[in-house]
């Protein structure tokens, strides 16, 4: 026999282990969602054999379903604001786009100052309403060190 299945026969544990280990690892590293499942299925494989031995063949014909199952289960039932990120947090340009501001320095020929997320801006106004001092506006672009913001 090679020494790959003299290992797996020795120890079939430890390589299931491993290699979810392994694929949870990369899915650390990647973050992508798509290697958790395998890392998931591997794990369950280590138990199943450390419970009961299984042939090379059989474990990782159980792996393959195991995670085919998991992973197509998981995409149709978790939910999106788990499996879909909106905006990146460390992208704080993105962050501000939708967000409610409030006015601070009425505007004037369509430039003013506004206050979100803990900062005064630079804005421009976009449409036709020019809001007071005060009034709710919400930001519908970033331009540099200006934002573009309209009547909310």
């Known amino acids: 026999?090679?020494?790959?299945?003299?290992?797996?026969?020795?120890?079939?544990?430890?390589?299931?282990?491993?290699?979810?280990?392994g694929l949870l690892a990369i899915e650390v590293a990647a973050g992508s969602g798509w290697l958790l499942w395998p890392a998931a299925s591997a794990g369950v494989v280590a138990l199943l054999v450390a419970i009961r031995p299984l042939p090379p063949a059989v474990g990782v014909m159980v792996f393959a379903l195991l995670t085919i199952a998991s992973t197509l289960l998981a995409r149709r039932y978790l939910p999106r604001s788990v499996t879909h990120h909106a905006r990146d947090i460390?992208?704080?340009?993105?962050?501000?786009?939708?967000?409610?501001?409030?006015?601070?320095?009425?505007?004037?020929?369509?430039?003013?100052r506004v206050f979100?997320?803990?900062?005064?801006?630079?804005?421009?106004?976009?449409?036709?309403?020019?809001?007071?001092?005060?009034?709710?506006?919400?930001?519908?672009?970033?331009?540099?060190?200006?934002?573009?913001?309209r009547a909310a």
């Open 1 to 21: 026999m090679s020494a790959a299945a003299d290992l797996y026969l020795a120890h079939p544990l430890w390589i299931w282990a491993a290699l979810g280990a």
């Open 90 to 112: 460390n992208d704080g340009e993105a962050r501000l786009l939708g967000a409610e501001a409030r006015v601070v320095a009425a505007f004037h020929d369509g430039a003013g």
């Open 116 to 149: 979100v997320d803990g900062k005064e801006w630079a804005a421009e106004l976009e449409g036709e309403a020019v809001p007071a001092a005060g009034a709710r506006v919400e930001v519908t672009g970033v331009l540099g060190a200006r934002l573009k913001v």
